[in-house]
């Protein structure tokens, strides 16, 4: 598999500017990050999660984890991680866990966390497990047009 057809055909008809990247096969953001090179601070993820109304992507950096709370909050509903049984067949595209954060291109909504909002640059997983597409932040709002709220749990000072 390569990169979902549907993510490139839209960003191509949206005339966006973009690379995509190939790298050794990995299943997380952070060996991705590892694999690339690059900050995990600059590799999304997407996270999924199940609502009372479906389903919904909260977008955070590599090493952070989603404050389940925070991203109900935002996205207007109780908020859990979704099984992957439950997620499956909503990026028919994609390899399993490997979907890009364009939650528009599946009805799903999207909400990234309000520090990877100031990235310049994002790398994210290109509905496979060893591509990836590098774009600007900027770029991507444009196109996505996310909601951004504070989505990740505090981290510990050690």
């Known amino acids: 598999m390569s990169v979902s057809k549907r993510l490139r055909e839209f960003l191509d008809?949206?005339?966006?500017?973009?690379v995509v990247m190939t790298?050794?096969?990995?299943f997380?953001?952070?060996e991705v990050a590892q694999r690339l090179h690059v900050p995990g601070r600059e590799m999304a993820k997407a996270v999924v999660l199940k609502l009372p109304k479906g389903l919904g992507l909260a977008v955070v950096r590599a090493p952070d984890r989603v404050d389940l709370e925070r991203a109900g909050a935002a996205l207007g509903g109780e908020a859990r991680l979704a099984s992957e049984r439950e997620f499956a067949d909503a990026f028919p595209d994609c390899e399993l866990g490997a979907m890009p954060p364009f939650g528009n291109l599946y009805q799903i909504p999207t909400v990234v966390d309000e520090?990877?909002?100031q990235d310049d640059e994002i790398f994210f997983n290109a509905g496979t497990h060893t591509e990836v597409i590098r774009m600007t932040y900027a770029d991507y709002a444009a196109q996505v047009e996310p909601k951004v709220a504070a989505l990740t749990l505090a981290r510990s000072a050690t």
């Open 28 to 30: 997380t953001a952070q």
């Open 115 to 117: 520090g990877l909002a």
């Open 13 to 18: 008809t949206h005339h966006t500017k973009y």
């Open 23 to 26: 790298h050794s096969q990995a």
